[in-house]
């Protein structure tokens, strides 16, 4: 079968998994007017609070996964990995290759996906959690039969929750073990920071606030100015001041090192894993 192109002013986009990570992207898809809620629809499985989420923005709720299908063009598979072969085995009658598929699923291979489905034109997305917020790192690898066009698509889409980047797959166990699990290392760091703060004196609160708008303004200032982080630190470690001295006491702890274990041992247990 030929592959169409999807009508980008038309399609409309159905959710396998009515699920956190689906209702992010829903929500980010909505607010940022890539998509009308119409011509978004999803089906809820045991759980009907999932429906309500989705209806309370006017995404419609359809009775069952066959229907999504159906109706949808562009299909994004949002369950939990260990679901996503019965998933796709079970609607694979359905998936024909006018259809574009996506699974957002950890640790699942493009080769898996695309043999369960029956076809390649398959793209594999991993966001991370900053996705509720708008604020994803997500990166997404293209299976064979899916156009420049249907990468732009789905750039375009999870371009409305944070930003997204093309990679190889063989990258996705380093990915998983840096952006995947990345914002946990950093909650760890803001808490840390807090906690630095209230042993020097500060209210438990205020320390918080303080390590949290740190974090964001030191990855804005990383992001926004193009200059090295390394370029960055020196423009604020003055001759004997307060930011050496501390810079001092991460590297006699091995700051950095621990930071680069941390993504090196993450990467390894998603290669384990998957
Ligand atoms: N959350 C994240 O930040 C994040 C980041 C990166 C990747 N991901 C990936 O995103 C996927 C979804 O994660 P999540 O956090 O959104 O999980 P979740 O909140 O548990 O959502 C999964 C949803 O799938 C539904 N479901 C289970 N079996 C189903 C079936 N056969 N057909 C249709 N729906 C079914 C579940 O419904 P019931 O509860 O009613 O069974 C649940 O609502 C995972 O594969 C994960 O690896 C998530």
């Known amino acids: 079968m030929e592959i169409a192109p999807i009508p980008t002013d038309a399609y409309k986009l159905g959710f396998i998994g009515a699920g956190k990570m689906a209702e992010s992207i829903a929500r980010g898809v909505v607010l940022s007017g890539v998509l009308p809620p119409s011509r978004i629809r999803t089906a809820a499985h045991s759980n009907q609070l999932r429906a309500n989420a989705f209806e309370s923005f006017g995404v419609q709720v359809?009775?069952?996964?066959e229907d999504v299908v159906e109706d949808s063009d562009v299909?994004?598979?949002s369950v939990k990995p260990q679901v996503v072969k019965d998933a796709v085995l079970q609607?694979?009658?359905l998936l024909s290759k006018k259809k574009l598929l996506v699974s957002v699923a950890a640790g699942v291979k493009l080769k898996d996906l695309q043999e369960w489905a029956g076809h390649s034109r398959f793209i594999r997305v991993m966001p991370n959690t900053p996705a509720a917020?708008?604020?994803a790192a997500s990166v997404m690898s293209l299976g064979g039969a899916?156009?420049?066009?249907?990468?732009?698509?789905i750039a375009k889409l999870f371009g409305s929750v944070g930003k997204i980047w093309k990679a190889d797959e063989k990258f996705f166990d380093a990915i998983t073990g840096l952006s995947g699990s990345g914002p946990a290392y950093i909650y760890l760091a803001i808490e840390a920071l807090a906690d630095g703060g209230v042993a020097a004196g500060l209210p438990r609160d205020l320390a918080l606030s303080l390590a949290s708008q740190t974090v964001l303004?030191?990855?804005s200032m990383s992001t926004n100015t193009g200059k090295h982080p390394g370029q960055l630190k020196d423009d604020v470690?003055?001759?004997?001041?307060?930011?050496i001295a501390g810079i001092h006491e991460l590297e006699k702890g091995g700051f950095r090192g621990t930071l680069m274990n941390a993504v090196v041992a993450a990467s390894k247990r998603s290669r384990d894993l998957s």
């Not at 470690?237 to 930011?243: A, D, K, Q, Y």
């Open 91 to 93: 609607l694979k009658a």
């Open 62 to 65: 359809l009775p069952r996964n």
């Open 217 to 219: 303004g030191a990855a």
């Open 146 to 153: 899916a156009t420049e066009e249907d990468g732009n698509l």
């Open 133 to 135: 917020v708008g604020e």
């Open 237 to 243: 470690t003055s001759p004997g001041g307060t930011t």
């Open 75 to 77: 299909i994004i598979f």
